[in-house]
């Protein structure tokens, strides 16, 4: 049972920056594919970004193409998401999710462990 855990989120003005981790408790963490996800309040859960458990391959959601980064380093166990360019619209608690199985990128049901989140608050 592999435990994630977020970190990094907080309040930031529109045009800044922020970097969240995710750090997972067992290496097997490093051969599944992982992802970050967001949701607003009244939202639905909306997918952000996704790569794979080699880092070979990422992926992005549009809102956030050309403005976030995500990486991750297998011999920390940990993804990162570098947040840049933020907008209000940025607004929402982050998760970030494992996949074993390699699924579809943007679906949450893909995903079979979840982070409890971090706040990101972005003001305008």
């Known amino acids: 049972q592999v435990q994630l855990q977020e970190s990094g989120g907080g309040l930031v003005q529109a045009g800044g920056s922020l970097r969240l981790s995710c750090a997972a408790s067992?290496?097997?963490?490093?051969?599944?594919?992982a992802g970050w996800f967001r949701q607003a309040p009244g939202k639905e859960r909306e997918f952000v970004a996704a790569?794979?458990?080699?880092?070979?391959?990422?992926y992005y959601a549009d809102p956030v193409k050309g403005r976030f980064t995500i990486s991750r380093d297998n011999a920390k166990n940990t993804v990162y998401l570098q947040m840049n360019s933020l907008k209000p619209e940025d607004t929402a608690v982050y998760y970030c999710?494992?996949?074993?199985?390699?699924?579809?990128?943007?679906?949450?049901?893909?995903?079979?462990?979840w982070g409890q989140g971090t706040q990101v608050t972005v003001s305008s």
């Open positions: 999710a494992a996949d074993p199985r390699h699924g579809s990128w943007d679906r949450p049901i893909e995903y079979d462990y």
């Open positions: 067992e290496h097997t963490f490093s051969r599944y594919d």
């Open positions: 790569i794979s458990w080699s880092g070979g391959r990422t």
